[in-house]
C-alpha cells in the first residue's frame, strides 16, 4: 500500500502547532523537495516561523495508486440537491435529508426537508420551497440536526433577505410534519452585502460530545471580498451554545466558553479564522476535525485535540492554508493554529518551495502569471476546488479505514483517508471505488450513519451508502454480469419533480410571521 506522505511531524508538536521534525518528503505526492534547513527560532509580527508556512510545510498533490481499499456506493435515495442527512436516536433506518434547493433558468427550485424511510417512502417534513435565498449554490437550507434526546431538530437556512436563520422546533417521530408554530428562533446572522456572488452563508449543525451545539458561521464574502472578521462579530467563525433560552435570549452562553469573560467578543464564539466550515466533526476521543474551504488555490483539513479546541483561531484571513494571504489590515489575533493538510487546486499552481507561483512570500500578487498560469491548467482528473469531509471511521466494515479521517473534494470526486501514523507522519491515502457501483460525482458530505459506516452525499441528487463491494445489489444478485451502472433506484429524480412520490395530504402553515423572535433581547450579529 502506498501513501502520499504529506508532512513528517512531531506529533506532540503539530497539536500545539509548532515545528515540523524535518522537512523534506519522500516524493510519493508533494510538490517537490523545500529547503535542506528550516530556521527554528526567527518568528514574523503573528509568532508563525519559516516552518509553519509553505516554504517548509509542501502542500500535497494527491497520488492515486494502491488504494487502502475498496468500496461500493448503493444510492439509496435521490432528492435535487441534498444538502445533509442525519439519522434521529429512535429511527435509525430511516434518513433525514435536507435538500438545500437550487436556482434554475425557470426560477428556484426545491429546499425542503425530507424524511426516507426503510422502504423508500419520502415524507415532506418541512417545506420552505418559495421561502429561500437561492442566489448562489452556497445559499439556501443547509442543515438538519437532532438534540441528543430526539425531541427538537434544529435548522439552517438562508431567507429571501440572505439572513442566516437558525430555528428550533418540537419533534414528533410520530408526526407527520413539523408544526411551524413550534419554531423558535435561536438565532439569525445577516450576510453582509457584497458586489459579487453571495458566499460562504453555510451554517453546519452539530452536537457535541459535550451536549452543547455547535454551529458554523462562513465568512459572508466571495471570492474577491472579505468583509471585517473580528472578534465582536459571528462571521467566519464556529460558535458553541446552549439552546436552552436564558432570561430574554433564547439561548444560554456555556461558562466555559473561552471568551465569555471578555466583554469585548462575541461569547458564542468558540473557534475563529474560518472561511467557510462547510462540515466538521467530533472523533470518538473528543477531537475536532475541520474542513475548512479554501480560495482559488488552496484547501485545508484542521485537527484540533480535545483539550485545545476552546479559543483556537485557524488562521483565516491572515493564512491560506500554509501561506500568507497578503492581507494588509487583518484584524488582531492570537498565533493561528496552521492545517494538518493543505492540498493545491491544481499542482501547477505551486513551485517546488511550496509556494503560489504567482504570489511572494509576503503575500503579493503577480496577476499576470496568475493568468499565464491558469490559462493551461492541469487535466481535469488532477484538479480540486473544495474540501468536502468528513469524520474519523470508527466502523466495522472496513477495517484498513479504522481511525482515519474520510474526506473528498467537490471537484476531485474521489473518496481519501487522512492520519497521522506512530511516527508522527501525516498520511493521505486513496480508497477505490468499485466501478460497477454508483459513481461519485460533486460530493457536497460525507456522514456517519448510525453503526458507524459512511454515507455520502452528491450536490447532483444522490444520497449513498458506502458498503462492500460484494455486498451490493449487483454483485449479489448478478455476479455473473459485469454493467456498469446499477438498477435504477425507486425513487428516481424525475419521481420528485413530477410531484409523484408520496407528500403529506395538508400543505404546511405558511412561515410568514409564525416564527419570529419573541422578545427584543433577541442577539443579532452587529455590523452585519
Known amino acids: 500500500m502506498r501513501t502520499t506522505r504529506v508532512l513528517v511531524v512531531a506529533l506532540a508538536v503539530l497539536l500545539t502547532g509548532a515545528a515540523l521534525s524535518a522537512c523534506s518528503s519522500d516524493g510519493d505526492g508533494a510538490t517537490g523537495d523545500g529547503p535542506p534547513e528550516c530556521p527554528t527560532e526567527e518568528v514574523d509580527q503573528w509568532g508563525l516561523r519559516p516552518q509553519d508556512k509553505s516554504q517548509c510545510r509542501l502542500p500535497v498533490v494527491f497520488n492515486d495508486e494502491d488504494p487502502l481499499t475498496e468500496v461500493a456506493l448503493r444510492r439509496d435515495a435521490v432528492l435535487m440537491t441534498p444538502a445533509s442527512l442525519t439519522f434521529h436516536p429512535d429511527d435509525p433506518g430511516a434518513m433525514y435529508i435536507v435538500d438545500q434547493g437550487i436556482m434554475t ?65 418540537e419533534f414528533d417521530l410520530n408526526g407527520d410534519w413539523l408544526r411551524a408554530d413550534t419554531g423558535r428562533v435561536i438565532l439569525t446572522l445577516p450576510q453582509p452585502p457584497t458586489e459579487e456572488t453571495p458566499i460562504h452563508n453555510g451554517g453546519q449543525l452539530e452536537f457535541g460530545p459535550d451536549g452543547y451545539l455547535y454551529i458554523g458561521v462562513g465568512d459572508g464574502g466571495s471570492e474577491g471580498e472579505i ?40 461569547p ?67 498565533t493561528p493554529q496552521v492545517p494538518l493538510l493543505v492540498y493545491a487546486h491544481d499542482p501547477k499552481f505551486v513551485g517546488e518551495d511550496g509556494q503560489v ?44 479505514l479504522k481511525d482515519k479521517y474520510l474526506f473528498s473534494d467537490f471537484c476531485g470526486n474521489r473518496l481519501r483517508a487522512l492520519w497521522v501514523d506512530d511516527e508522527g507522519e501525516v ?78 395530504e395538508v400543505t404546511q402553515t405558511d412561515l410568514e410571521g409564525t416564527i419570529e423572535p419573541t422578545t427584543d433581547g433577541h442577539p443579532k450579529t452587529p455590523g452585519g
Not at 429546499?111 to 421561502?131: E, H
Request: hydrophobic share 35%.
Open 427 to 504: 498520511q493521505v491515502a486513496p480508497i477505490a471505488l468499485w466501478r460497477y457501483g454508483t459513481d461519485l460525482q460533486a460530493p457536497t458530505g460525507i456522514v456517519k450513519g448510525p453503526d458507524g459506516e459512511p454515507w455520502v452525499l452528491s450536490h447532483f441528487g444522490s444520497v449513498m451508502e458506502v458498503i462492500p463491494p460484494d455486498e451490493h445489489p449487483i454483485a449479489r444478485d448478478h455476479p455473473e454480469e459485469e454493467v456498469a451502472t446499477e438498477p435504477p433506484a425507486e425513487n428516481t429524480i424525475e419521481d420528485l419533480t413530477n410531484g409523484t412520490f408520496v407528500l403529506p
Open 357 to 400: 507561483k504567482w504570489i511572494d512570500e509576503d503575500g503579493n500578487v503577480d496577476e499576470e502569471l496568475h493568468k499565464e498560469i491558469a490559462a493551461d491548467p492541469s487535466p481535469q482528473d488532477e484538479q480540486n476546488c473544495a474540501v468536502i469531509g468528513g469524520y474519523v471511521y470508527e466502523g466495522n466494515d472496513f477495517p484498513e
Open 105 to 169: 433558468k425557470d426560477g428556484p427550485v426545491g429546499g425542503a426537508w425530507y424524511r426516507v424511510a426503510p422502504d423508500g417512502t419520502y415524507q415532506l417534513l418541512f417545506d420552505l420551497r418559495g421561502k429561500l435565498a437561492l442566489n448562489h449554490f452556497e445559499q439556501g437550507f443547509f442543515d438538519a440536526e437532532f438534540n441528543p434526546a430526539g425531541d427538537k431538530v434544529y435548522l439552517s437556512w438562508t431567507d429571501p433577505t440572505s439572513t442566516t436563520r437558525i430555528v428550533e422546533f
Open 227 to 266: 468583509p471585517y472578521l473580528g472578534l465582536n462579530i459571528l462571521l467566519g467563525k464556529i460558535l458553541r451554545i446552549d439552546p436552552t433560552p436564558s432570561g430574554d435570549l433564547p439561548y444560554t452562553i456555556p461558562d466555559d466558553n473561552p471568551f465569555v469573560n471578555d466583554p469585548t467578543v462575541r
Open 268 to 334: 458564542e464564539i468558540y473557534i475563529a479564522g474560518v472561511r467557510n466550515p462547510w462540515s466538521f466533526s467530533f472523533d470518538d476521543k473528543g477531537d475536532m476535525w475541520i474542513s475548512d474551504v479554501g480560495t482559488d488555490v488552496w484547501e485545508e483539513i484542521n485537527f484540533l485535540p480535545k483539550g485545545q479546541i476552546a479559543g483556537a483561531h485557524l488562521g483565516w484571513d491572515l493564512l491560506q492554508g500554509y501561506q500568507l494571504s497578503g492581507r494588509s489590515d487583518p484584524y488582531p489575533i492570537k
